[in-house]
């Protein structure tokens, strides 16, 4: 040892932190927040290595004056805008209910998008019939985008009744629908994320035409499936569209523990050789246009594209949660990007295509549409009520043929 060396500076374990906690507001200078209309858009057949100032900027369409500004502005109708509009109400509005019937004991758990609703809603318009999306339990915007799925078949599952497509076994709001493109959900986050890039990976082996759609939170970036997800893409040049939604919040724990302070969830893909946007999550024509973007990246064989969605997670994270005893309460007034639906509404009345009164229409009508839809599946049973499905299916579709020793379990309960 030298002994002229200075004495060594004790080392210092670093843990990010929130700047806002219960009673202390949020800085939210991290965000770094660009004006609407200042990012540039490439062409779609750009490299992914030319994407990197797009990985740490924000996409952004919709002014503070609700005007459409800029080069990402997309080619979307009065029409389609009033109908994206509807959509995202009608995903808060089948939320609020839900969570009114958790704590009604109609259900047993619940998990709302609020604040989240343009992500789903407008990504959906950029995907076509037969494209498979895999999603994770904050997505349902994208099935009450559709009008083929049912909302009452829907309730249904989260009630566990006997009208339950998944005859109860799985947890409330994990829902299945191969028929719209809307895999089954599971619990282990981030799963659905490598299976999106092996799937689209089939769809290139077999020289088919559709596309994968993945989808995270920032908190399950961290898991290793996401990572292992971004090699794959890159490597076999999959046709996905790898969504990573960051609203700030992994129940508790800040974005940064995930690893997004001073860098951003997109740069990662970036790093990993796929192109990379990160986008205003609450500007329904910024979503749809670097959706539609990423979808013909992926259709026109371009390989991967790797979005974050900077977003807030306005509600708590389930019905089990309480924010306030991690965050400010008054956090999402003051988060910078604003709430999706009161943006594209603003946009809309200014563009003389809305009016506060047509909206509070639209907010009765899809209120009368959700109770109905409730009212019935409820006719179907609830928690309350004991309507569950039989417990001898609990025994199928373990294996596609029930093996001797489930038969016998299932004779042995009687049933
Ligand atoms: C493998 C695994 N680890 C932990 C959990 C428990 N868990 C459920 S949701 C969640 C937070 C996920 O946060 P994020 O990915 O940011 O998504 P968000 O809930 O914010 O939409 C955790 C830790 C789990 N379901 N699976």
Redesign the pocket.
Known sequence: MDQQQPPATPLQLHVPEPTGRPGVATDFSFLHVSPAGEVRRPPVDTPHSETQDLAYALIRVLDEQGRAVGPWVPDLDAVQLRRGLRAMMKTRIFDARMLIAQRQKKLSFYMQCLGEEAIAVAHSLALKAGDMCFP?Y?QQGLLLARDDVSMVEMMCQLMSNERDPLKGRQLPVMYSYKRAGFFTIS????TQFIQSVGWAMASAIKGDTKIASGW?????TA?SDFHTALTFAHVYRAPVILNV?N?Q???STFQAI?GGESTTFAAKGVGCGIASLRVDGNDFLAVYAASVWAAERARRNLGPTLIEWVTY?AGP?STSDDPSKYRPADDWQRFPLGDPIERLKVHLIGLGEWSPAQHEQARKELEAEVAAAQKEAESHGSLLDGHIPSAASMFEDVYRDMPWHLREQRQQLGV
Request: a neutral charge; proline letters at 0%; aromatic letters at 4%.
């Open positions: 994770t904050r619990g282990n986050l981030a995270i939170g920032d908190g399950s898991e939604v609203n919040w992994a129940i995930a997670r994270h």
